[in-house]
């Protein structure tokens, strides 16, 4: 059992955003036997882009999905069997707002090596660029799709913020950013700040912080 070791592999943000993987991930990717990754193909492609050299099927792959019993099972059997394991996400760090931390918990039940990689997070770069508090912080993930609930769940995050000096951190996919910026927009106070952060690592980054009444013009 001591033999086995998990990898926490992190991924791109951006196609073009490969400066922001740490050299020393190719050691890490070499070192392994199994992948457990979010999309097979896409984890493919992006390994293939570390390592041109890699023999893609004489590795094993599993498929994530949501972590159901039989991933588990798969990845338990795997561990077993003393076997160096990749975990992959689609984008940034597993475990970390992307699959992968039901995986982890198993290699923890199972007092196995875990091994976090470093790698770009969107949700620290953007709160590292913001200017925002730093100290106290919380990651709220994706805010409700329904309106009337979108707008509750601001109200609530905008007075807690307030009360506790406490930065909220969320995300949004690109097609629902417009929609998520004006309601923020309509429904927070003139004196909040909003930072946008979009693009991270890419050639295209763009991370502005602005009062919300600045915001509007």
Known sequence: MSNAVVYLIPSLLDEKGSAALPAYLLDAVKDCQVFFTEN????RRFLKGLWKEMVIDQYEWFTIHKAEQEVQTAFRQKLKEGKHVGIISEAGCPG??????LLVGVAQEMNVTVKPLVGPSSILLALMASGMNGQHFQFMGYLPIDNQERVKAIREL????????????????????????????????????????????????????????????
């Open 40 to 43: 097979e193909r896409s984890a």
């Open 96 to 101: 970390i707002a992307d699959p992968g931390q």
């Open 158 to 217: 905008e007075a807690e913020s307030q009360k506790r000096n406490c930065t909220q951190v969320f995300i949004e996919t690109p097609y629902r950013n417009n929609q998520l910026m004006e309601t923020l927009v309509k429904t927070c106070k003139q004196s909040t700040r909003i930072c946008v952060a979009a693009d991270l690592t890419g050639e295209n980054e763009w991370i502005k912080t602005k009062t919300i009444a600045e915001w509007k013009n």
